[in-house]
């Protein structure tokens, strides 16, 4: 089951877990479509891998499976990579 992390790892955006605005590669490194376009050109800075479109869990799924809490945020941000 994905994680479904709550923030851009490049600029800390709010991406919660109805966000269409969420790219993940397959260790579910999550970025916002604005970081991935502009600093990362779709490939994931950690593992190499491409970004995808993260699936949207239903709100009835999340009660049951809900999406992690924890931010996880790239010291450096993106813009310098």
Not at 14 to 20: I, K, Q, V
């Amino acid at each position: 089951m994905l994680e479904l992390r709550p923030n851009c790892e490049c600029c800390d955006r709010d991406l919660p877990p109805e966000s269409d605005q969420a790219l993940i590669c397959s260790y579910e490194c999550t970025f916002c479509a604005s970081c991935a376009e502009q600093w990362l050109g779709g490939i994931c800075p950690n593992c190499g891998g491409n970004l995808v479109a993260r699936p949207i869990r239903p709100a009835a799924r999340l009660l049951k499976d809900p999406a992690s809490s924890l931010r996880v945020l790239k010291a450096t941000g993106c813009a310098k990579l």
